[in-house]
Each structure stands twice: as C-alpha cells, then as structure tokens.
C-alpha cells in the first residue's frame, strides 16, 4: 500500500508548523521529499518517520541540493545508522567514508552555518554538509572525516562550553576555535503551561511525559548531565527512550500532544503554534578545525569571515542569537 503524498501546506498544518518551515526541513535534508511534476510533495511515512524517529541514531545520505554547486551529506534514520555511506574520496577504516582531499565538509545543525556555506559556495569552493549531532561531529573532525565541525556541548563539572569537550575529545590534535554565537537553551510545553513546568527539576514528576533529542547532540547531553547533577533517574522518565532529531521536531510533539515536555533552543519556536519556551541557560556555539588545515583556502575564508564586522550583522539580521561572543578565537594543543 502507497503511502499518502502531501503538499507542503498540508504537512505544516498537520505539524502545526509554517510553510516557509516545511521547505526549510526539506532543504536541511530532515524531511525527505519527491516532485509530482514541479510540485513538492512529502509522503505520510516519511512525516511520521521524522516525528518517530530513530531509535538506532544518524546515519549520513547524500541529498541532491538546491545549490548545484553544492551537495549535502544529512541525518537520516535507518539500519546501519552510525555508519557513513560512501562519500567522494572512497572508503576509510572500517567500511567508513573518508572525503578526498578536494572535499570540505561542514558538520553542523543550526542554520547559522547556511552563511558560511554561502561564503565558500560565493568562492567557487565545493561543500558537502553533515547534519549530526556535536559530538559525532567532533568525533568525525578527530578521524579526518570533516573539515570543521560546530559544537556547543555543555560540562556540568565546570559549567562551561566545549573547551573540555575539545580537550576530551581531540586529545593530541591541536586545533582552533572560533566562537559563533551564542542562544538560548530551554523547555518546550504546550500553550500557557497546563503542567506549570518550570524547571530541569521537573522532569522527576511521576507521569510526566517527555520527549528527547537524539543522542550525540548538544541538548541531549546538556539534559542528561542536569539530570545527573539533579539525582534523577532518566530510566524511569516517561518519553525518555523517545527521539527527535531536531529541536523543531521535539516542539511540535509537544505541539501536537506527544509529549508534555521537550527541550532544546529557542531560536525558531515561534513558528510552531501551540508551544511556550522557557528559557533555562545561555549556550555557547563554536566552531572547530584541525589547524594542521589553517592554510586550506575554506579554513582561510571562514575563519576571516567569522572574525568580521559582517558577520555579526548577519547573524543581527537573522534574530534571535547573543553576538557578544562572535569572533573570539582559541587555539588548543592538547
């Protein structure tokens, strides 16, 4: 039996979302997509496959992106998942893609890297896009498999942002870190807070259901350490083994009654109807390359725009991110 093919509008009424959103998700590569002749349609499997979700992790495919001078590796779940498809360049250790030489990988979720990947594709340079989570996008720069990677991933022993990650991480590989931007981290919950949720606290409430980010992510290991820190056992948190591959996705579960409680960034929400943002903490975002790269022309480019007056009035332009941070750069030889 086919599954039933929608149009744009339909899925964002159905994910209680905006249009301009759909069309993002697809071009993102976390919602799959087909043409009946030059109308985008999006299968019924495929929407409750993205709100389902994987319970085996990411695994990378290759899209055809909008950019003809661009192709994008994106977070799809599936068997196998954990493992990356071939990619150009050939086969690495173990079966694992390695990007030939000529390749630049970017690794990497929030749509602020949509600029950096302009700049470069402006330049002539070929791109490909990793939509994992941080912390395989780390593990990924380690093995040479990307050439830069985003990071915001939080250290509840010090309370800060990515350098003990970096450190932890990446030991023996020097590398440089440039601050992106900085936003901020929260709760989802449906419309004026029926369960009154305030806190990280609450997630120990007997029967309250939650729905989670995938592992590997930032928020995800954000929450797991709160919950660490709090006594509170994840196991017995109802929605706990749940996933989302998106802090879109987890908000319009919350959004549509699946769960009472999700979590993850602000930035974005105010397009899902139906949800409250609370915000907790301030995150830190940053941006990661061996500096074994730092004559690589991409390593240049992005690293002169990110220290640019420019680039922080993008990033004003675009709303909803803390600039005072941006540009601030670090370099680690661990």
Known sequence: ???????????????????????????????????????????????????????????????????????EFAEQPGPGAGLSRQAPGGEGESGESRPSAASVIISGQDICLDLLVARLAGEGIPILRSFVGCYNGLYSLYHGRVTMSASHLWDGETDTYNYPFIRRLLPGLPVGVFRLLGRMEGLYVRKGNPQNIRDWKDFSRPGLTMVNRERGSGARILLDQKLALLGINAAKIQGYTRESSSHLACASTVAKGGAEVGYGCERGIDRVAGVEFIPLQMEWYDFVFRLEDRHNPAIRIVSAYIASDEFKKDLELMGGYDISQTGHYEEFSV
Request: proline share 6%; hydrophobic share 25%.
């Open 1 to 71: 039996m086919e599954s039933t093919l929608l149009t744009a509008e339909d899925v964002a009424k159905q994910l209680r979302i905006k249009k301009y959103t759909v069309y993002e998700l697809i071009k993102r590569g976390e919602l799959p997509s087909s043409k009946v002749g030059k109308q985008v349609r999006i299968s019924q499997t495929d929407i409750d496959r993205y709100l389902e979700l994987s319970k085996t992790g990411p695994q990378y495919s290759e899209l055809r992106s909008p950019d003809p001078g661009r192709r």
